[in-house]
């Protein structure tokens, strides 16, 4: 074979050679670059001249073998090793890594593409970008917190600009309802006057308030069109807050009645055995009436109305209303006022789905006792009850065991509406009493541990979970899921296309993206706070480095020997 094929073949080893040295320096170049993946070089023979194929044996001749002479190498492949990075600690919330199979997938200019970097950062828009600017996707959430799958889509974390608020769903309350405490056996029973309607009969409940007359031996107007009546008063401890009803010549003493009922808060609902029926009522003997007020049992639900008891528009009371008797019509029985019995008072603290503080007093009074266990009826009341209905929004028992713990309870779901505000209505709100108890004490207690509404708040931070969920806190103390990092597997990773800046596109060979959740199926986990390392070994590297190198010089060689005896050759004529 002639001489210059060895040149070729020489030169074909530094070819080769120099590819080797350029992934080399290339690898070396990434050692501290974000998430890197080495590559190698692999050489193939180039091909082969064969000069004799070479013959089978036979019964007289042994056979021979082929001779054929190689033309040089050639680069077989350059192969990406996609083995796992070390995962680096960095503190700060938006790196993230990924432990285990997969890459990040973002939206550029050019398209699709996906990446191991996971230095991660927020524009001023508060959308999740790479170090190109490219847009991080993922999946959103809804207002809820849900996450949504399906279509990706720019992660977004609004930092500062999303607010959010919750309304309240749970209550928890604690304490000890005191058992040794006397059981109700009594209610305020406040009675007005003696009056008449107009032309001296009886008044009915339908009848107007601007034809009520006083009894006295010249009879007058009690009420007048244009009036103002303002109710003040307490119940128990507390103050109530004042009540206004404006006088009509349609007003009617049904109207009075309900007026009174919402004004000081009375659960007419509630029967309890050997106490009057609570509530505002109006009785009529003869050609006179006289209005009564029947609160409910236990001395925090007592009731006082302030010195000016229900007053007009001139500051004056039309009612003289003060602590009486009440007959029952039905059963003739007489009852005197007094409010006793065992009871206590909390405020619950709550919230609508505005953010809106909603209060709920609730009032816990001793209605019996039995050998196995005493039984409390509670009595909820909320100012911000809204339609109309009053500040009643429920009541309910507690059943206590002999041992003081709770057996058993009802009606502890509130309503209240919000009706008016803009809020979502009605708010619909558990009461929780596992954490009380009814135990001998020397007075009842009773307090909210726990709601789990909250008012408006601001996006403040976030944390990314190891399935990539990124989970917002708000300036309120409440969390909620913002969106979900998505992660894409390949079949075959070798047969991405690297498209520079650490980026990768799709390729002939690597297979369609399966896009996910991390940690489903294939893919791995997110380390937030985290990057991965370069995979480059620069040991090895120095070491193919000097193999390389090697390789290169003595392919040089033989160029330089080949060339050497091209010489002499040439020189041989002379």
């Known amino acids: 074979m002639a001489l210059t094929s060895t040149l070729f073949t020489g030169l074909s080893g530094l070819d080769v050679n120099q590819t080797k040295l350029n992934v080399v320096g290339n690898n070396i170049a990434n050692v501290n670059t974000v998430a890197f993946k080495s590559s190698r070089v692999l050489f193939s023979p ?14 007289n001749f042994g056979g021979t073998n082929p001779n054929q002479t190689g033309l040089g190498a050639q680069v077989a492949a350059i192969e990406k090793d996609f083995t796992p990075g070390a995962i680096d600690s960095t503190g700060v919330n938006t790196d993230m890594a990924i432990d285990g199979a997969g890459f990040f997938v973002v939206q550029s200019a050019s398209g699709q593409q996906y990446t191991r970097d996971g230095a991660f950062t927020l524009n001023s828009n508060n959308d999740l970008v790479n170090s190109a600017g490219s847009f ?3 999946y959103g959430a809804d207002t809820n917190g849900n996450v949504v799958t399906g279509a990706l889509e720019n992660i977004n974390i609004p930092l500062g ?25 009594g209610a305020t029973i406040l009675t007005s006057q003696a009056f008449t309607n107009v032309g001296g009969t009886a008044p009915a409940a339908t009848d107007n308030l601007v034809d009520l007359r006083t009894t006295d ?16 008063g ?19 003493l049904g109207d009075l009645e309900n007026f009174i009922n919402e004004s000081l808060g009375i659960d007419t609902t509630v029967s309890e055995t050997g106490l009057p029926t ?3 009522t109006l009785q009529s003997s003869g050609t006179t009436g006289q209005f009564t007020i029947i609160g409910n049992s236990g001395t925090a639900n007592a009731l006082t109305l302030g010195s000016g008891g229900i007053a007009d528009s001139s500051g004056t009371s039309p009612f003289t209303m003060a602590d009486g008797t009440y007959t029952d019509p039905t059963t003739s029985t007489q009852y005197t006022s007094g409010a006793v019995g065992e009871s206590t008072h909390t405020t619950i603290n709550a919230y609508d789905s505005l953010g809106n503080a909603i209060t709920v007093d609730i009032t816990a009074v001793l209605e019996s006792k ?4 005493d039984t409390w009826r509670f009595y909820a009341t909320s100012p911000n009850n809204e339609g109309g209905t009053g500040p009643v929004v429920g009541n309910g028992t507690l059943t206590f065991d002999s041992t003081g713990n709770l057996k058993s309870s009802t009606g502890t779901t509130l309503t209240i509406s919000r009706a008016g505000t803009g809020a979502g209505t009605p708010v619909v709100m558990k009461l929780n009493f596992g954490g009380a108890t009814s135990l001998a004490s020397s007075s009842s207690q009773l307090l909210m541990s726990n709601q789990d509404g909250s008012p408006i708040g601001t996006l403040t931070s976030f944390s990314v979970g190891e399935d990539g969920t990124i989970t917002g806190s708000f300036s309120n103390g409440l969390t909620r899921t913002v969106g979900q990092v998505a992660l894409a597997t390949f079949n075959n990773p070798q047969g991405l296309i690297d498209e520079g800046g650490n980026v990768y596109a799709a390729g002939a060979g690597s297979g369609v993206a399966q896009i996910s959740a991390p940690q489903t199926a294939s893919a791995g986990s997110i380390r937030a706070g985290a990057l991965e390392e370069s995979n480059v070994d620069i040991s090895k590297e120095f070491i193919n ?15 330089t020997t080949s060339n050497q005896l091209l010489t002499d050759l040439l020189n041989s004529q002379r």
């Open 234 to 252: 307490t119940r128990g401890s507390r103050q109530l807050p004042s009540q206004s009803l404006t006088v009509t010549a349609t007003t009617t």
């Open 370 to 373: 039995a050998d196995s266990g």
């Open 278 to 280: 609570p509530g505002a």
């Open 161 to 185: 600009e999303a607010t959010e608020a919750k309304s309240t769903q749970n209550v928890t309350l604690q304490g000890n309802l005191n058992s040794s405490g006397d059981v109700a056996s």
């Open 217 to 232: 031996a010249t009879p007058v107007a009690m009420f007048t069109a244009g009036d103002t009546l303002t109710l003040a």
């Open 545 to 559: 480095l000097i193999i390389a190198s090697t390789g290169f010089s003595a392919s040089s060689r033989v160029i």
């Open 46 to 59: 180039q091909f082969y001249v064969t000069q004799q194929s070479g013959s089978a044996p036979d019964n």
């Open 136 to 138: 991080v996707q993922g």
